[in-house]
């Protein structure tokens, strides 16, 4: 008789209450998996804060982290759980610094990608300190904007180092809105980053080493920014994004995150790749929802039931390496990024491992999308994200959409 193996998957979430009741619904549809001779089981818990003790055990195999981003006891957990635990955690909670854009910039110039041109400039209000407001008065050189603009060039986009969630980003065309928004900035520290035209901007969200690029549309309202459009970019430039958002997770140790790059023609320019709490609302992807919640549940159950051990640190060096030999085209060290990032996810046991204990997901994430219960819960998501009045136009819209992921997949 085969032997049985229980794994806990733990979900440190915010205030999202859909992709939630999707992950756990599934998980319970898909039931127990086989993996070489033993059966699994797998279940999923809402992590709850509270005070923990650092030699504390951690009952968790793999956490999905949506919080700790934000906020730092939750971090704080997340370490200990690495450290103390060896707990796998989706993403790297050792470099949320990465994490705030800056670090992200950094690693990926320094690899060769076309990131534009990006500096960062001194707080506009120094730190309410006393040992601070004497540094900077004493050390920090004075500096005119003005003359660091025109190095960048309008227009640009100035944007928080430790930017989420759109915060505090403005366009900036010529010297007046410069300053007026250096001076609303206040003690939030500022990048400075050319703007540029484009054909395309392309996001694309990766969980594990599975990625689906998709069309943006920042300009537009967030039920319509996505749009549903398959073979919108360049083979080559589709091919550098997707070494792109892979190279950037294996490199940071991140396994959860999107990515947003500007496309003209075959060029691609990254322009932000370090989101540590990804977008995968029903409202938001509706179309590429499925997709998102199939590959997040496959990647987990990976991870905890083949023991994947957790990596918290990085291995810089190995890819500096191939950035610094001049004796390689761009193409060779896209391909050698490559295959760094597949060799980190066990590209070829993952697959494998897709193909047989999990051959069964992708029926049952359809025939779940196209159930009522499914329905149910997009009406609960609209109704509890948009005004009354509205409700039955959005009801409408993303049944249509999920309507077309669904006979996309018949």
């Not at 968790?60 to 060896?86: G, M, S, T």
């Not at 919108?232 to 995150?257: C, K, V």
Request: net charge negative.
């Amino acid at each position: 008789m085969s032997d049985s193996t229980s794994h806990l998957i733990g979900l440190l979430l915010g205030t999202e209450t859909d992709w939630p009741q999707a992950f756990e619904t599934l998980t319970r549809r898909l039931g127990a998996v086989q993996h070489e001779g033993r059966r699994h089981e797998l279940t999923t818990e809402r992590i709850t804060i509270e005070p923990f003790d650092l030699r504390a055990p951690v009952r968790y195999d793999v956490v999905i982290d949506r919080l700790a981003w934000w906020y730092y006891h939750p971090r704080e957990w997340l370490k200990k759980a690495a450290l103390v635990n060896d707990t796998y955690l989706l993403n790297n909670p050792f470099t949320f610094q990465a994490m705030e854009k800056h670090s992200a910039y950094c690693a990926m110039m320094r690899l060769g990608f076309d990131i534009p041109s990006t500096v960062l400039v001194p707080y506009k209000n120094p730190v309410d300190h006393e040992k601070w407001a004497y540094t900077a008065g004493t050390y920090n050189l004075p500096f005119d904007l003005d003359e660091v603009a025109d190095r960048v060039g309008y227009p640009m986009f100035m944007k928080p180092f430790d930017g989420g969630a759109w915060r505090g980003v403005s366009r900036v065309d010529d010297p007046q809105a410069l300053h007026q928004a250096y001076d609303a900035s206040g003690q939030m520290l500022m990048h400075l980053q050319a703007a540029a035209d484009y054909d395309s901007f392309a996001r694309s969200l990766t969980i594990g080493p599975r990625t689906q690029v998709m069309r943006f549309r920042p300009e537009l309202p967030m039920h319509d920014r996505y749009e549903v459009r398959h073979d919108f970019l360049p083979a080559d430039a589709g091919q550098e994004i997707l070494t792109l958002s892979r190279t950037i997770n294996a490199f940071f140790r991140w396994e959860f995150n999107s990515c947003e790059s500007l496309v003209t023609g075959s060029r691609v320019q990254p322009i932000d790749y370090a989101n540590a709490c990804p977008d995968i609302a029903i409202t938001s992807l509706h179309y590429y929802f499925p997709w998102a919640i199939t590959q997040l549940l496959s990647w987990s159950a990976f991870c905890a039931v083949t023991g994947r051990k957790p990596r918290v640190d990085t291995g810089s060096r190995e890819w500096f390496d191939i950035a610094d030999d001049e004796s390689l085209s761009w193409n060779d060290k896209l391909g050698r990024y490559a295959g760094l990032a597949d060799r980190y996810f066990e590209v070829g046991r993952y697959e494998e491992f897709c193909a047989t204990a999990l051959a069964d997901l992708p029926g049952i994430v359809l025939d779940w999308v196209d159930s009522p219960a499914f329905d149910d819960l997009l009406v609960e998501t609209v109704r509890g994200t948009y005004p009354a009045a509205e409700h039955d136009r959005f009801l409408a819209h993303f049944r249509g959409l999920i309507g077309s992921w669904v006979a996309d997949q018949r």
